[in-house]
């Protein structure tokens, strides 16, 4: 039996999502048969002692607090990148130009032209890149996109997508790296991956009307003082798609009571769905085609049915979480390393996204209706 061969992480930050990372670079290799072995090489943190305290929670066999330490090691293959928004270009134009495959969660970089940069740079090299659009990978979200392409939803009309969180709510929160003007606010944070499964599932979005609110103006600095907000608490935009279909998004860290409503809802001329990242092994299905007297959204539940759902667990109902969906991702990405595949998300496809959040953000200054 030929030995696989390894492919070597060296993460960056471990917080929330490096955690979250950690546990779908864990699962993947357990539950899919990957062409490459994944070790665990290096991770690094604020301080020596969080990057050792965290690489020995996580089975990291070392620990840094110089993040560049990983660029110049040539075990390391891939560098992972769950650091403020702010830092990823840096991070991942170094990476690159070390020659490191680059992991990157979302939003890929504060503005369009960071995002170009990096995805042009990967690319010249020949490197593979993913940006952290999980929820994608879900089973019940490529079922919705086999029944929309498939016809069983007819002529697509609207389209409406949401993704509320309360994170933000209490105006005595402190301020954070998601209120830096450099790389936050609602629409980015939350609004990207209603803006990326709304792409996903309907096609290209074509022109935007944009709303974005300040509802939150200052906060507590961390220092007895108060700093103001000048990024969105609430960001909403209409849609037009290229396939004729008009729809609406909102990114909303405001939303009190929601702690993670990732929606969506589209209307056919033959059928609709329904979805809710609070129940997200579920899917629920309304077809004119039943009988009259019949009719009524009917629920879809995750099974084997629906690859990869069987991977985790032979039964139907029992669900996949959060962190299997991470482990999707990652199946994905370390087959288009090993060229057995394309990139799941590739950085050139994070610069969309940004774009998306850019031209809405472009179009509520402007009060007006833009060209994406």
């Excluded at 979302?106 to 020949?126: F, H, R, S, T, V």
């Excluded at 909303?252 to 969506?264: C, E, L, P, V, Y």
């Amino acid at each position: 039996m030929t030995e696989k061969p390894t492919l070597s992480i060296g993460l960056i930050g471990s917080g929330f999502m490096g955690k979250a990372h950690v546990f779908g670079f864990a699962t993947a290799q357990k539950v899919f048969d990957l062409p490459m072995q994944i070790n665990l090489h290096t991770l690094a943190d604020i301080n020596d002692e969080a990057a050792a305290r965290a690489a020995q929670e996580f089975g990291f066999a070392n620990a840094t607090s110089n993040w560049r330490d990983m660029l110049t090691n040539p075990d390391i293959d891939v560098i992972d990148i769950t650091a403020p928004n702010a830092l990823h270009k840096e991070m991942a134009l170094e990476a690159i130009a070390a020659g490191k495959h680059v992991y990157c969660e979302k939003p890929l970089a504060p503005l369009a032209k960071d995002a170009a940069e990096m995805a042009e740079a990967a690319e010249a090299a020949g490197l593979k890149t993913q940006v952290g659009f999980n929820y994608l990978c879900n089973p019940m979200m490529q079922l919705a996109k086999e029944m929309i392409e498939g016809g069983e939803l007819g002529e697509i009309r609207s389209y409406r997508g949401l993704h509320a969180e309360d994170y933000m709510a209490h105006s005595d929160d402190p301020y954070t790296f998601r209120h830096d003007p450099a790389g936050g606010g609602a629409l980015a944070d939350l609004g990207s991956h209603a803006l990326a499964t709304a792409e996903y599932l309907l096609g290209p979005i074509v022109k935007v009307m944009g709303d974005c609110v300040t509802v939150i103006s200052e906060r507590p600095d961390g220092k007895g003082g108060r700093r103001s907000i000048e990024v969105d608490d609430i960001g909403r935009a209409f849609l037009r798609f290229e396939n004729g279909a008009s729809g609406s998004i909102e990114g909303n860290w405001i939303a009190t009571g929601r702690k993670m409503q990732h929606d969506f809802e589209i209307h056919g001329s033959k059928g609709a769905l329904f979805f809710s990242q609070e129940r997200f092994n579920e899917l629920h299905f309304y077809s004119n085609e039943d009988a009259s007297g019949r009719r009524g959204f009917r629920r879809i539940e995750a099974a084997p049915d629906h690859p990869p759902y069987g991977n985790f667990c032979v039964a139907p109902g029992h669900q996949v979480g959060f962190n299997d969906l991470k482990a999707i991702e990652v199946a994905g990405y370390v087959r288009a390393i090993a060229l057995e595949g394309p990139e799941p998300f590739s950085f050139r496809k994070g610069l969309r996204i940004q774009h998306l959040v850019e031209n809405i953000q472009m179009s509520s200054a402007s009060e007006n209706w833009v060209d994406v």
